[in-house]
């Protein structure tokens, strides 16, 4: 079984500081990826990567950053977070490239910003 | 560019009624077409998807669902719900183009009540 885990369940921090979520999977699959989930808007895609040291851009980037230094981590830092970014994180993993690929996701940080 | 649209936010069912949750999407080529369960507090997990061939797919915990290209939908159907199935549903789509990044729908909140 694919095991995708993050660093934390429950987050708070305050307005400002620098945020770290860990996303880690063992499963050596290629891709990950960031979502947030917010009530009513469903998953949005924040950033994901193909391979080590590479990322791109999703829908909803801006106030993000993402490192993948290892294949089996990938982390999303908020640079200054904000109130808007009171959310539910999830991270996600597929094998390989193809479109019909089934996602894995963690269980999820929960990160209130005061 | 694709877009999946549920229509119902919340649906209430009783226990050993049948339910029907509902997906459309919007794409000018071929797409793949999944649906995903979040229990309460945790990740998501597949629930079945649709690649191609029989329009009728089958997945985990007696769902089903069809896909209709003619009405571009791809609805999710149980005969007999169990207070198990409460939990939120998400339809997705991915296609050609987009490697295999989904773009998830809102969500249906299945409320299974005694």
């Known amino acids: 079984d694919v095991k995708v885990t993050q660093s934390s369940r429950y987050l708070v921090k305050r307005t400002g500081e620098k945020v770290f979520l860990e996303c880690v999977q063992d499963m050596d699959h290629e891709n990950m990826f960031w979502y947030r989930q917010d009530p009513g808007l469903g998953l949005r895609l924040i950033y994901f990567s193909y391979d080590v040291k590479m990322k791109e851009k999703g829908d909803i980037p801006e106030g993000y950053s993402v490192s993948r230094e290892k294949k089996e981590r990938f982390s999303l830092i908020l640079e200054s977070a904000s109130t808007n970014q009171t959310s539910m994180y999830l991270c996600?993993?597929?094998?390989?490239?193809?479109?019909?690929?089934?996602?894995?996701f963690g269980p999820g940080t929960r990160l209130l910003v005061l | 560019a694709q877009s999946v649209t549920q229509l119902d936010s919340q649906v209430p069912v009783f226990e050993e009624a049948p339910v029907e949750l509902r997906c459309n999407y919007s794409s000018s080529v071929s797409v793949y077409l999944f649906w995903y369960v979040q229990y309460p507090n945790q990740g998501l997990q597949l629930l079945l998807k649709y690649l191609s061939g029989s329009t009728l797919v089958k997945g985990i915990n007696g769902f089903e669902a069809e896909f209709n290209k003619s009405q571009t939908s791809f609805h999710l159907r149980k005969p007999s719900v169990h207070i198990s199935d409460t939990a939120e549903y998400f339809c997705?789509?991915?296609?050609?183009?987009?490697?295999?990044?989904?773009?998830f729908g809102t969500g249906t909140q299945l409320k299974v009540e005694l």
């Open positions: 997705a789509v991915s296609g050609p183009g987009g490697g295999n990044k989904l773009t």
């Open positions: 996600a993993t597929t094998g390989g490239g193809r479109v019909d690929e089934t996602q894995y």
